[in-house]
Protein backbone atom coordinates (compact mmCIF):
# COMPACT_ATOMS: atom_id res chain seq x y z
CA UNK A 1 0.00 0.00 0.00
CA UNK A 2 1.42 3.26 -0.94
CA UNK A 3 2.03 5.90 2.10
CA UNK A 4 1.23 9.14 1.62
CA UNK A 5 3.80 11.96 1.70
CA UNK A 6 3.31 13.94 5.00
CA UNK A 7 2.96 17.37 3.63
CA UNK A 8 5.44 19.29 6.15
CA UNK A 9 3.60 22.62 6.21
CA UNK A 10 0.74 23.70 7.02
CA UNK A 11 -2.26 24.12 5.23
CA UNK A 12 -2.66 26.10 2.23
CA UNK A 13 -4.64 28.90 2.79
CA UNK A 14 -4.77 30.37 -0.61
CA UNK A 15 -5.95 27.67 -2.11
CA UNK A 16 -8.95 27.28 0.73
CA UNK A 17 -9.25 31.02 -0.17
CA UNK A 18 -9.22 30.66 -4.04
CA UNK A 19 -12.30 28.08 -3.06
CA UNK A 20 -13.96 30.12 -1.12
CA UNK A 21 -14.07 32.97 -4.00
CA UNK A 22 -14.87 30.25 -6.77
CA UNK A 23 -17.74 29.48 -4.70
CA UNK A 24 -19.21 33.20 -4.42
CA UNK A 25 -17.86 34.19 -8.32
CA UNK A 26 -16.67 31.71 -10.12
CA UNK A 27 -16.29 33.78 -13.14
CA UNK A 28 -13.04 35.39 -11.56
CA UNK A 29 -10.85 31.91 -11.11
CA UNK A 30 -8.75 31.20 -14.16
CA UNK A 31 -5.91 29.54 -15.12
CA UNK A 32 -2.03 30.13 -14.79
CA UNK A 33 1.21 28.65 -14.55
CA UNK A 34 3.40 27.75 -11.19
CA UNK A 35 7.09 28.24 -10.76
CA UNK A 36 7.58 24.84 -12.20
CA UNK A 37 5.73 25.43 -15.20
CA UNK A 38 2.42 23.54 -14.39
CA UNK A 39 -0.92 24.66 -14.72
CA UNK A 40 -2.31 26.20 -11.39
CA UNK A 41 -5.29 27.44 -10.43
CA UNK A 42 -5.80 31.64 -9.64
CA UNK A 43 -7.83 34.66 -9.30
CA UNK A 44 -8.49 36.77 -12.33
CA UNK A 45 -8.27 39.87 -9.81
CA UNK A 46 -9.05 42.61 -12.91
CA UNK A 47 -12.41 40.40 -12.63
CA UNK A 48 -12.65 40.52 -8.92
CA UNK A 49 -12.29 43.96 -8.75
CA UNK A 50 -14.97 44.18 -11.74
CA UNK A 51 -17.32 42.00 -9.32
CA UNK A 52 -16.72 44.59 -6.44
CA UNK A 53 -17.04 47.95 -8.21
CA UNK A 54 -19.78 49.74 -9.25
CA UNK A 55 -18.08 51.21 -12.73
CA UNK A 56 -15.93 49.26 -15.66
CA UNK A 57 -13.23 48.25 -14.33
CA UNK A 58 -10.01 48.62 -16.82
CA UNK A 59 -6.92 46.68 -17.11
CA UNK A 60 -6.49 43.43 -19.31
CA UNK A 61 -3.50 40.74 -18.46
CA UNK A 62 -2.53 37.99 -20.67
CA UNK A 63 -4.43 34.79 -19.23
CA UNK A 64 -6.72 31.64 -20.48
CA UNK A 65 -9.99 33.22 -21.32
CA UNK A 66 -12.86 33.82 -23.83
CA UNK A 67 -12.30 37.50 -24.26
CA UNK A 68 -14.02 39.67 -26.95
CA UNK A 69 -14.96 43.58 -27.34
CA UNK A 70 -17.25 44.68 -25.19
CA UNK A 71 -17.15 41.79 -22.02
CA UNK A 72 -16.14 43.84 -19.37
CA UNK A 73 -18.85 46.37 -20.17
CA UNK A 74 -21.41 42.82 -20.19
CA UNK A 75 -20.03 42.28 -16.75
CA UNK A 76 -21.05 45.36 -15.53
CA UNK A 77 -24.36 45.40 -17.04
CA UNK A 78 -24.84 42.43 -14.47
CA UNK A 79 -24.29 44.15 -11.61
CA UNK A 80 -25.36 47.59 -12.27
CA UNK A 81 -28.51 48.53 -10.39
CA UNK A 82 -32.17 49.93 -12.41
CA UNK A 83 -34.69 52.43 -11.25
CA UNK A 84 -37.24 50.28 -12.63
CA UNK A 85 -40.58 47.97 -11.19
CA UNK A 86 -42.71 45.44 -12.04
CA UNK A 87 -46.55 46.95 -12.52
CA UNK A 88 -49.44 44.40 -12.54
CA UNK A 89 -51.81 43.82 -15.62
CA UNK A 90 -54.62 42.43 -14.44
CA UNK A 91 -56.57 42.78 -17.97
CA UNK A 92 -54.31 40.42 -19.19
CA UNK A 93 -54.39 37.88 -16.21
CA UNK A 94 -55.98 34.82 -16.13
CA UNK A 95 -57.09 33.99 -11.59
CA UNK A 96 -54.77 37.21 -11.12
CA UNK A 97 -54.88 36.64 -7.12
CA UNK A 98 -54.41 33.05 -6.49
CA UNK A 99 -52.43 31.70 -9.26
CA UNK A 100 -48.36 31.05 -8.65
CA UNK A 101 -47.76 31.43 -12.47
CA UNK A 102 -46.06 34.86 -13.63
CA UNK A 103 -45.80 36.03 -17.16
CA UNK A 104 -43.35 39.13 -17.27
CA UNK A 105 -43.44 41.29 -20.44
CA UNK A 106 -40.25 43.69 -20.79
CA UNK A 107 -36.77 43.30 -21.00
CA UNK A 108 -35.15 40.26 -19.76
CA UNK A 109 -31.88 41.79 -18.41
CA UNK A 110 -34.13 44.19 -16.29
CA UNK A 111 -36.76 41.22 -15.20
CA UNK A 112 -33.32 39.27 -13.66
CA UNK A 113 -32.36 41.72 -11.72
CA UNK A 114 -35.55 42.92 -10.32
CA UNK A 115 -36.44 38.78 -9.71
CA UNK A 116 -32.96 38.89 -7.67
CA UNK A 117 -34.00 39.31 -4.34
CA UNK A 118 -37.29 37.51 -4.63
CA UNK A 119 -36.07 33.96 -6.11
CA UNK A 120 -32.50 34.09 -4.74
CA UNK A 121 -31.89 30.38 -4.73
CA UNK A 122 -35.15 29.22 -5.68
CA UNK A 123 -35.71 28.16 -9.33
CA UNK A 124 -34.91 24.12 -9.95
CA UNK A 125 -34.92 24.62 -13.46
CA UNK A 126 -33.93 27.36 -16.09
CA UNK A 127 -34.62 26.37 -20.02
CA UNK A 128 -34.49 29.26 -22.29
CA UNK A 129 -33.24 29.31 -26.28
CA UNK A 130 -32.32 32.81 -26.92
CA UNK A 131 -32.02 34.21 -30.11
CA UNK A 132 -29.50 32.14 -32.03
CA UNK A 133 -26.56 34.30 -34.24
CA UNK A 134 -27.25 33.04 -37.62
CA UNK A 135 -26.37 36.49 -39.11
CA UNK A 136 -29.95 38.15 -38.41
CA UNK A 137 -30.77 40.52 -35.96
CA UNK A 138 -31.32 40.17 -32.52
CA UNK A 139 -33.38 43.01 -30.62
CA UNK A 140 -31.31 42.50 -26.92
CA UNK A 141 -28.70 45.17 -26.04
CA UNK A 142 -27.57 46.14 -23.00
CA UNK A 143 -29.73 49.32 -23.38
CA UNK A 144 -33.47 48.50 -23.83
CA UNK A 145 -35.01 51.79 -23.14
CA UNK A 146 -36.28 51.80 -26.73
CA UNK A 147 -38.06 49.56 -29.13
CA UNK A 148 -36.84 47.49 -31.79
CA UNK A 149 -38.06 50.53 -34.14
CA UNK A 150 -36.35 52.95 -32.54
CA UNK A 151 -33.23 51.08 -32.01
CA UNK A 152 -32.87 50.01 -35.25
CA UNK A 153 -33.34 53.74 -36.42
CA UNK A 154 -31.04 55.03 -33.71
CA UNK A 155 -28.69 52.74 -35.06
CA UNK A 156 -29.08 53.85 -38.88
CA UNK A 157 -30.35 50.37 -39.73
CA UNK A 158 -33.59 51.31 -41.31
CA UNK A 159 -34.40 54.08 -43.55
CA UNK A 160 -36.78 57.13 -42.96
CA UNK A 161 -39.95 54.41 -44.15
CA UNK A 162 -38.81 52.33 -41.95
CA UNK A 163 -37.52 49.18 -44.21
CA UNK A 164 -34.10 46.84 -42.63
CA UNK A 165 -30.44 47.91 -44.05
CA UNK A 166 -28.29 46.12 -42.16
CA UNK A 167 -28.44 42.81 -39.85
CA UNK A 168 -25.67 41.18 -37.91
CA UNK A 169 -24.06 39.43 -40.64
CA UNK A 170 -21.08 37.22 -39.79
CA UNK A 171 -18.83 39.52 -41.72
CA UNK A 172 -19.27 42.09 -39.03
CA UNK A 173 -16.52 43.19 -37.07
CA UNK A 174 -18.66 42.05 -33.58
CA UNK A 175 -21.16 39.33 -35.04
CA UNK A 176 -20.15 37.09 -32.21
CA UNK A 177 -18.94 40.04 -29.65
CA UNK A 178 -22.41 41.62 -29.56
CA UNK A 179 -24.05 37.95 -28.84
CA UNK A 180 -21.90 37.06 -26.16
CA UNK A 181 -22.22 40.23 -24.27
CA UNK A 182 -25.96 39.90 -24.89
CA UNK A 183 -25.55 36.48 -23.56
CA UNK A 184 -22.96 36.77 -20.35
CA UNK A 185 -24.98 39.03 -18.06
CA UNK A 186 -28.24 36.96 -18.59
CA UNK A 187 -26.64 34.01 -17.52
CA UNK A 188 -24.74 35.28 -14.90
CA UNK A 189 -28.03 36.65 -13.34
CA UNK A 190 -29.32 33.41 -14.19
CA UNK A 191 -27.00 31.86 -12.04
CA UNK A 192 -28.13 33.62 -8.73
CA UNK A 193 -31.76 32.52 -9.01
CA UNK A 194 -31.11 28.65 -9.46
CA UNK A 195 -31.44 26.52 -6.21
CA UNK A 196 -28.07 24.69 -4.75
CA UNK A 197 -29.50 21.62 -7.06
CA UNK A 198 -30.87 23.92 -9.86
CA UNK A 199 -30.37 23.11 -13.87
CA UNK A 200 -29.81 25.41 -16.60
CA UNK A 201 -30.49 23.81 -20.34
CA UNK A 202 -29.72 26.24 -23.86
CA UNK A 203 -30.83 25.30 -26.69
CA UNK A 204 -28.80 26.67 -29.62
CA UNK A 205 -27.24 25.59 -32.80
CA UNK A 206 -23.29 25.45 -34.28
CA UNK A 207 -22.77 29.23 -34.32
CA UNK A 208 -22.58 30.44 -31.22
CA UNK A 209 -22.23 26.59 -29.20
CA UNK A 210 -18.53 27.23 -29.05
CA UNK A 211 -18.69 30.05 -27.25
CA UNK A 212 -21.96 29.26 -25.38
CA UNK A 213 -20.00 26.55 -23.39
CA UNK A 214 -17.08 29.10 -22.78
CA UNK A 215 -19.34 31.60 -21.46
CA UNK A 216 -21.03 29.03 -19.31
CA UNK A 217 -17.71 27.30 -18.37
CA UNK A 218 -16.34 30.78 -16.92
CA UNK A 219 -19.68 31.40 -14.68
CA UNK A 220 -21.04 28.21 -13.83
CA UNK A 221 -17.55 26.83 -13.55
CA UNK A 222 -16.36 23.73 -16.07
CA UNK A 223 -17.43 21.13 -13.86
CA UNK A 224 -20.99 22.21 -14.14
CA UNK A 225 -20.83 21.41 -17.92
CA UNK A 226 -23.06 17.89 -17.53
CA UNK A 227 -24.11 17.16 -20.88
CA UNK A 228 -24.22 19.02 -24.48
CA UNK A 229 -27.15 17.05 -25.74
CA UNK A 230 -28.06 16.70 -29.46
CA UNK A 231 -31.58 17.01 -30.82
CA UNK A 232 -32.73 16.07 -34.14
CA UNK A 233 -34.17 19.26 -36.40
CA UNK A 234 -36.01 18.41 -39.58
CA UNK A 235 -33.95 18.49 -43.02
CA UNK A 236 -35.55 20.62 -45.75
CA UNK A 237 -34.34 18.81 -49.12
CA UNK A 238 -33.78 21.37 -51.04
CA UNK A 239 -29.66 20.24 -51.36
CA UNK A 240 -31.48 17.71 -54.13
CA UNK A 241 -31.39 19.67 -56.46
CA UNK A 242 -28.09 20.28 -56.71
CA UNK A 243 -24.97 18.49 -58.14
CA UNK A 244 -22.45 19.60 -55.15
CA UNK A 245 -23.25 21.31 -51.71
CA UNK A 246 -21.20 23.63 -49.77
CA UNK A 247 -22.00 21.52 -46.88
CA UNK A 248 -24.36 18.96 -45.51
CA UNK A 249 -27.38 20.26 -44.01
CA UNK A 250 -27.56 20.03 -40.27
CA UNK A 251 -29.53 17.01 -38.87
CA UNK A 252 -29.36 18.67 -35.54
CA UNK A 253 -29.11 21.17 -32.57
CA UNK A 254 -27.77 21.20 -29.14
CA UNK A 255 -29.27 21.74 -25.49
CA UNK A 256 -26.74 22.62 -22.92
CA UNK A 257 -27.41 21.38 -19.73
CA UNK A 258 -25.12 22.84 -16.60
CA UNK A 259 -25.83 22.57 -13.23
CA UNK A 260 -25.75 25.07 -10.04
CA UNK A 261 -22.46 23.80 -8.64
CA UNK A 262 -20.12 20.60 -9.78
CA UNK A 263 -21.58 18.20 -6.73
CA UNK A 264 -25.44 18.79 -8.63
CA UNK A 265 -26.23 14.40 -9.36
CA UNK A 266 -28.81 13.80 -12.35
CA UNK A 267 -31.85 11.75 -11.51
CA UNK A 268 -31.59 8.92 -14.11
CA UNK A 269 -33.73 9.16 -17.45
CA UNK A 270 -35.27 6.73 -19.25
CA UNK A 271 -37.71 6.67 -22.30
CA UNK A 272 -41.25 4.76 -21.12
CA UNK A 273 -41.91 1.93 -23.09
CA UNK A 274 -46.10 1.59 -24.14
CA UNK A 275 -46.17 -1.12 -21.62
CA UNK A 276 -43.47 -3.03 -19.40
CA UNK A 277 -41.58 -5.35 -21.03
CA UNK A 278 -41.21 -8.73 -18.94
CA UNK A 279 -37.55 -10.20 -17.72
CA UNK A 280 -36.30 -12.69 -20.16
CA UNK A 281 -33.30 -15.28 -20.88
CA UNK A 282 -30.15 -14.41 -23.31
CA UNK A 283 -27.27 -16.29 -24.15
CA UNK A 284 -24.32 -16.21 -21.40
CA UNK A 285 -21.41 -16.74 -23.80
CA UNK A 286 -19.75 -14.23 -25.97
CA UNK A 287 -17.54 -14.24 -29.31
CA UNK A 288 -15.22 -11.70 -28.19
CA UNK A 289 -11.85 -14.02 -26.92
CA UNK A 290 -10.92 -12.68 -23.48
CA UNK A 291 -9.24 -16.30 -21.72
CA UNK A 292 -9.17 -14.37 -18.26
CA UNK A 293 -13.22 -14.86 -18.68
CA UNK A 294 -12.94 -18.69 -19.79
CA UNK A 295 -13.71 -20.46 -16.47
CA UNK A 296 -15.56 -23.90 -15.66
CA UNK A 297 -19.37 -23.20 -15.58
CA UNK A 298 -22.25 -26.20 -15.37
CA UNK A 299 -19.14 -28.49 -15.90
CA UNK A 300 -17.50 -27.31 -19.09
CA UNK A 301 -15.10 -24.48 -20.11
CA UNK A 302 -15.64 -22.67 -23.53
CA UNK A 303 -12.43 -23.35 -25.77
CA UNK A 304 -12.89 -19.93 -27.42
CA UNK A 305 -15.13 -16.65 -26.38
CA UNK A 306 -16.02 -15.65 -22.92
CA UNK A 307 -18.50 -16.00 -20.46
CA UNK A 308 -20.04 -12.28 -19.91
CA UNK A 309 -19.52 -11.90 -16.43
CA UNK A 310 -15.81 -12.70 -14.15
CA UNK A 311 -16.64 -15.88 -12.25
CA UNK A 312 -17.50 -14.54 -8.79
CA UNK A 313 -20.62 -12.32 -10.37
CA UNK A 314 -21.53 -15.78 -12.04
CA UNK A 315 -21.48 -18.21 -9.28
CA UNK A 316 -23.25 -15.93 -7.17
CA UNK A 317 -25.93 -15.42 -9.93
CA UNK A 318 -26.13 -19.37 -10.49
CA UNK A 319 -26.87 -19.73 -6.58
CA UNK A 320 -29.31 -16.86 -6.44
CA UNK A 321 -31.23 -19.01 -9.23
CA UNK A 322 -30.82 -22.31 -7.47
CA UNK A 323 -32.20 -20.39 -4.40
CA UNK A 324 -35.42 -19.68 -6.11
CA UNK A 325 -36.30 -22.53 -7.57
CA UNK A 326 -35.85 -24.01 -4.08
CA UNK A 327 -38.03 -21.68 -2.15
CA UNK A 328 -40.17 -18.99 -4.73
CA UNK A 329 -40.79 -20.92 -7.53
CA UNK A 330 -43.82 -22.66 -6.73
CA UNK A 331 -45.67 -19.30 -5.88
CA UNK A 332 -43.56 -16.65 -7.41
CA UNK A 333 -42.96 -16.24 -11.75
CA UNK A 334 -38.96 -15.22 -11.89
CA UNK A 335 -40.04 -11.45 -12.64
CA UNK A 336 -42.48 -11.01 -9.46
CA UNK A 337 -39.62 -12.77 -7.10
CA UNK A 338 -36.77 -10.44 -8.74
CA UNK A 339 -38.99 -7.13 -8.40
CA UNK A 340 -40.62 -7.87 -5.27
CA UNK A 341 -36.67 -8.52 -3.54
CA UNK A 342 -35.41 -5.06 -5.77
CA UNK A 343 -38.59 -3.62 -4.15
CA UNK A 344 -37.84 -4.94 -0.23
CA UNK A 345 -33.65 -4.33 -0.04
CA UNK A 346 -32.95 -2.29 -3.15
CA UNK A 347 -30.52 -4.80 -4.51
CA UNK A 348 -31.17 -5.94 -7.71
CA UNK A 349 -30.09 -9.17 -8.10
CA UNK A 350 -28.67 -11.84 -11.34
CA UNK A 351 -29.76 -14.85 -12.51
CA UNK A 352 -27.95 -17.67 -14.58
CA UNK A 353 -28.91 -20.92 -15.54
CA UNK A 354 -27.93 -23.90 -17.63
CA UNK A 355 -31.53 -24.14 -20.20
CA UNK A 356 -33.29 -27.87 -21.20
CA UNK A 357 -30.94 -27.47 -24.76
CA UNK A 358 -27.96 -27.37 -22.61
CA UNK A 359 -27.52 -23.41 -23.22
CA UNK A 360 -25.87 -21.27 -20.48
CA UNK A 361 -28.07 -18.07 -19.98
CA UNK A 362 -28.54 -15.03 -18.07
CA UNK A 363 -32.00 -13.35 -16.87
CA UNK A 364 -32.40 -9.53 -18.04
CA UNK A 365 -35.01 -8.10 -16.11
CA UNK A 366 -38.15 -6.94 -16.67
CA UNK A 367 -37.73 -3.08 -17.99
CA UNK A 368 -40.38 -0.34 -17.81
CA UNK A 369 -38.24 1.91 -20.29
CA UNK A 370 -34.83 1.92 -21.51
CA UNK A 371 -32.32 4.08 -20.43
CA UNK A 372 -31.43 7.69 -22.55
CA UNK A 373 -27.83 9.08 -23.62
CA UNK A 374 -27.25 12.96 -24.77
CA UNK A 375 -28.39 11.55 -27.92
CA UNK A 376 -32.36 12.74 -28.54
CA UNK A 377 -32.65 11.91 -32.00
CA UNK A 378 -36.31 10.28 -31.49
CA UNK A 379 -37.60 13.53 -30.74
CA UNK A 380 -37.82 16.54 -33.18
CA UNK A 381 -37.19 20.16 -32.33
CA UNK A 382 -39.59 22.18 -33.58
CA UNK A 383 -42.80 22.40 -32.70
CA UNK A 384 -46.17 23.34 -34.49
CA UNK A 385 -48.50 24.86 -31.72
CA UNK A 386 -48.61 28.78 -33.18
CA UNK A 387 -48.52 29.86 -37.01
CA UNK A 388 -46.20 32.67 -36.20
CA UNK A 389 -43.18 31.43 -35.33
CA UNK A 390 -41.19 29.07 -37.34
CA UNK A 391 -38.62 28.40 -34.71
CA UNK A 392 -40.76 27.53 -31.70
CA UNK A 393 -39.85 24.36 -29.65
CA UNK A 394 -41.54 21.55 -29.29
CA UNK A 395 -43.83 20.75 -26.14
CA UNK A 396 -42.64 16.97 -26.54
CA UNK A 397 -38.74 18.79 -25.77
CA UNK A 398 -39.48 20.90 -23.22
CA UNK A 399 -41.71 18.60 -21.11
CA UNK A 400 -39.09 15.57 -21.26
CA UNK A 401 -37.04 18.07 -19.50
CA UNK A 402 -39.49 19.71 -16.78
CA UNK A 403 -40.86 15.93 -15.95
CA UNK A 404 -37.33 14.57 -15.92
CA UNK A 405 -35.52 17.51 -14.23
CA UNK A 406 -38.12 18.52 -11.74
CA UNK A 407 -40.47 17.66 -9.46
CA UNK A 408 -44.32 18.38 -8.37
CA UNK A 409 -43.83 21.75 -6.62
CA UNK A 410 -41.05 23.14 -8.19
CA UNK A 411 -40.03 26.70 -9.80
CA UNK A 412 -39.69 26.73 -13.32
CA UNK A 413 -37.76 29.87 -15.29
CA UNK A 414 -37.59 30.88 -18.98
CA UNK A 415 -36.72 34.41 -19.62
CA UNK A 416 -36.48 34.19 -23.24
CA UNK A 417 -39.93 32.64 -23.51
CA UNK A 418 -41.12 32.57 -27.43
CA UNK A 419 -43.84 31.48 -27.92
CA UNK A 420 -44.72 30.00 -24.61
CA UNK A 421 -43.73 26.53 -24.86
CA UNK A 422 -42.46 26.09 -21.18
CA UNK A 423 -45.38 26.90 -19.67
CA UNK A 424 -47.70 25.03 -22.15
CA UNK A 425 -45.40 22.24 -20.86
CA UNK A 426 -45.63 23.10 -17.29
CA UNK A 427 -49.28 22.60 -17.74
CA UNK A 428 -48.86 19.34 -19.70
CA UNK A 429 -46.80 17.58 -16.57
CA UNK A 430 -48.75 18.66 -14.19
CA UNK A 431 -51.55 17.09 -15.81
CA UNK A 432 -49.65 14.20 -16.37
CA UNK A 433 -48.37 13.79 -12.62
CA UNK A 434 -50.63 15.98 -10.58
CA UNK A 435 -47.97 17.75 -9.75
CA UNK A 436 -48.24 22.08 -8.67
CA UNK A 437 -45.11 23.03 -10.77
CA UNK A 438 -45.02 26.56 -11.12
CA UNK A 439 -43.58 29.05 -13.84
CA UNK A 440 -41.77 32.39 -14.32
CA UNK A 441 -41.62 33.71 -17.72
CA UNK A 442 -40.12 36.80 -19.43
CA UNK A 443 -40.67 38.06 -22.79
CA UNK A 444 -39.88 41.38 -24.48
CA UNK A 445 -42.44 43.16 -26.32
CA UNK A 446 -41.04 42.69 -29.76
CA UNK A 447 -43.27 43.11 -32.76
CA UNK A 448 -44.02 40.83 -35.46
CA UNK A 449 -43.15 42.08 -39.11
CA UNK A 450 -46.81 41.47 -41.15
CA UNK A 451 -48.92 41.27 -37.59
CA UNK A 452 -49.84 44.87 -37.04
CA UNK A 453 -50.74 46.22 -33.59
CA UNK A 454 -49.79 42.70 -31.49
CA UNK A 455 -46.41 41.72 -30.02
CA UNK A 456 -45.04 38.60 -29.46
CA UNK A 457 -45.75 38.92 -25.70
CA UNK A 458 -49.46 38.87 -26.62
CA UNK A 459 -49.24 35.98 -28.60
CA UNK A 460 -47.28 34.27 -25.70
CA UNK A 461 -50.35 34.80 -23.19
CA UNK A 462 -53.36 33.62 -25.70
CA UNK A 463 -51.40 30.35 -25.92
CA UNK A 464 -51.03 29.97 -22.42
CA UNK A 465 -54.78 31.14 -21.81
CA UNK A 466 -55.42 28.64 -24.50
CA UNK A 467 -52.43 25.47 -22.78
CA UNK A 468 -54.07 26.59 -19.61
CA UNK A 469 -57.98 25.43 -20.37
CA UNK A 470 -56.92 22.10 -22.11
CA UNK A 471 -54.98 21.04 -19.76
CA UNK A 472 -57.69 21.96 -17.12
CA UNK A 473 -58.06 19.66 -13.92
CA UNK A 474 -59.20 19.26 -10.90
CA UNK A 475 -56.76 21.09 -8.24
CA UNK A 476 -54.27 22.68 -11.23
CA UNK A 477 -53.19 26.05 -11.26
CA UNK A 478 -53.53 26.90 -14.96
CA UNK A 479 -53.28 30.21 -14.15
CA UNK A 480 -51.45 33.02 -15.14
CA UNK A 481 -50.48 36.54 -13.16
CA UNK A 482 -49.31 39.15 -15.98
CA UNK A 483 -46.90 41.78 -14.77
CA UNK A 484 -44.99 44.36 -17.01
CA UNK A 485 -41.67 46.06 -16.70
CA UNK A 486 -41.59 49.81 -16.16
CA UNK A 487 -39.89 52.64 -14.52
CA UNK A 488 -39.91 52.99 -10.69
CA UNK A 489 -43.09 53.89 -9.45
CA UNK A 490 -41.75 57.20 -7.02
CA UNK A 491 -41.03 60.47 -8.07
CA UNK A 492 -37.24 61.67 -7.46
CA UNK A 493 -37.61 63.62 -4.62
CA UNK A 494 -33.87 63.42 -3.44
CA UNK A 495 -33.69 67.26 -3.23
CA UNK A 496 -33.53 68.91 -0.17
CA UNK A 497 -36.36 71.28 0.85
CA UNK A 498 -34.02 74.21 0.94
CA UNK A 499 -32.80 73.46 -2.63
CA UNK A 500 -36.10 73.53 -4.28
CA UNK A 501 -38.14 77.11 -5.68
CA UNK A 502 -40.86 77.72 -4.49
CA UNK A 503 -42.27 77.08 -7.80
CA UNK A 504 -40.89 73.33 -6.91
CA UNK A 505 -43.12 72.79 -3.73
CA UNK A 506 -46.30 71.75 -5.49
CA UNK A 507 -44.27 69.25 -7.38
CA UNK A 508 -42.47 67.48 -4.14
CA UNK A 509 -45.58 67.57 -2.19
CA UNK A 510 -46.82 63.56 -3.65
CA UNK A 511 -43.44 60.83 -3.95
CA UNK A 512 -45.70 58.24 -5.73
CA UNK A 513 -46.24 58.87 -9.65
CA UNK A 514 -50.09 59.98 -10.38
CA UNK A 515 -50.37 57.21 -12.91
CA UNK A 516 -49.54 54.57 -10.54
CA UNK A 517 -51.93 52.69 -8.40
CA UNK A 518 -51.99 51.03 -4.84
CA UNK A 519 -51.48 47.76 -6.38
CA UNK A 520 -48.86 49.01 -8.22
CA UNK A 521 -47.09 50.22 -4.67
CA UNK A 522 -48.08 46.43 -3.53
CA UNK A 523 -45.66 44.67 -5.79
CA UNK A 524 -42.92 47.58 -5.77
CA UNK A 525 -43.06 46.75 -2.01
CA UNK A 526 -42.94 42.61 -2.61
CA UNK A 527 -39.46 43.19 -4.74
CA UNK A 528 -38.24 45.93 -2.13
CA UNK A 529 -38.86 43.00 1.02
CA UNK A 530 -38.04 40.29 -1.47
CA UNK A 531 -41.29 38.50 -1.12
CA UNK A 532 -42.75 35.93 -3.70
CA UNK A 533 -44.22 37.78 -6.53
CA UNK A 534 -46.65 34.78 -6.56
CA UNK A 535 -48.46 35.37 -3.07
CA UNK A 536 -52.50 35.50 -3.24
CA UNK A 537 -53.95 39.05 -3.09
CA UNK A 538 -56.67 39.89 -0.86
CA UNK A 539 -58.50 42.71 -1.67
CA UNK A 540 -59.77 44.72 1.82
CA UNK A 541 -61.16 47.86 0.27
CA UNK A 542 -64.11 46.89 -2.56
CA UNK A 543 -62.98 48.39 -5.76
CA UNK A 544 -65.55 51.10 -5.68
CA UNK A 545 -64.80 52.38 -1.98
CA UNK A 546 -61.42 52.60 -3.47
CA UNK A 547 -62.24 54.90 -6.91
CA UNK A 548 -64.32 56.94 -4.10
CA UNK A 549 -61.16 57.58 -2.23
CA UNK A 550 -59.09 58.34 -5.21
CA UNK A 551 -62.24 60.90 -6.51
CA UNK A 552 -61.39 62.65 -2.69
CA UNK A 553 -58.23 62.70 -3.11
CA UNK A 554 -58.11 64.58 -5.99
CA UNK A 555 -60.69 67.46 -4.48
CA UNK A 556 -58.40 67.74 -1.98
CA UNK A 557 -55.11 68.35 -4.18
CA UNK A 558 -56.14 71.92 -4.91
CA UNK A 559 -56.04 73.02 -0.89
CA UNK A 560 -53.10 70.12 -0.49
CA UNK A 561 -51.56 72.63 -3.10
CA UNK A 562 -51.69 75.77 -0.78
CA UNK A 563 -50.69 74.21 2.39
CA UNK A 564 -46.57 74.83 1.73
CA UNK A 565 -47.52 78.71 0.90
CA UNK A 566 -48.97 79.17 4.23
CA UNK A 567 -46.08 77.13 5.56
CA UNK A 568 -43.42 79.41 4.19
CA UNK A 569 -45.59 82.64 5.39
CA UNK A 570 -45.01 81.27 8.67
CA UNK A 571 -41.14 80.85 8.80
CA UNK A 572 -40.22 77.75 6.37
CA UNK A 573 -40.48 74.37 5.39
CA UNK A 574 -40.68 71.77 8.09
Not at 281 to 310: I, K, N, V
Not at 556 to 574: A, E, M, W
Request: aromatic residues 8%; contains cysteine; hydrophobic residues 35%.
Amino acid sequence: MAVEKLKMHSPDLSERNIDKIAELFPAVVTETLDVDGNPARAIDFDALRQELSDHIVEGPQERYQLDWPGKRAAAFAANAPIAKTLRPVREESVDFDTTKNLFIEGDNLDALKLLQESYLGKVKLIYVDPPYNTGNDFVYRDDFAESTADYLERSGQTTDSGERLTANPDSAGRYHSDWLSMMYPRLKLARNLLAEDGLLFISIDSHEVHNLIKICDEIFGPGSHKNTIAVRRGIKNVQAQFEDVSALSQGHEYVLLYARSEAVRLPKLSLAHVESKPGKWDTFWRGTDRPTMRYELFGSTPASGQWRWEEGRTKEAAQNYETYLAEHADRLSLDDYYLDHLAATNVKLNFVRLNDEGVVQYYVPPSEGKLLSDNWMDLTLSGNETDEFDTEKSVALLSRIIGWATRAGDLVMDFFAGSGTTGHAVFAVNAVDGGQRRFILVQLPERIAGLEGTSIAAITRDRLRKAGTAHAALGADTGLRALRVDSTNLLETSDPADALAQGDLLDAIDTVKRDRTGEDLLFQVLLDWGLDLSLPIKRVIPRERERERERERERDLPRRRRRPHRVLQRGGVR
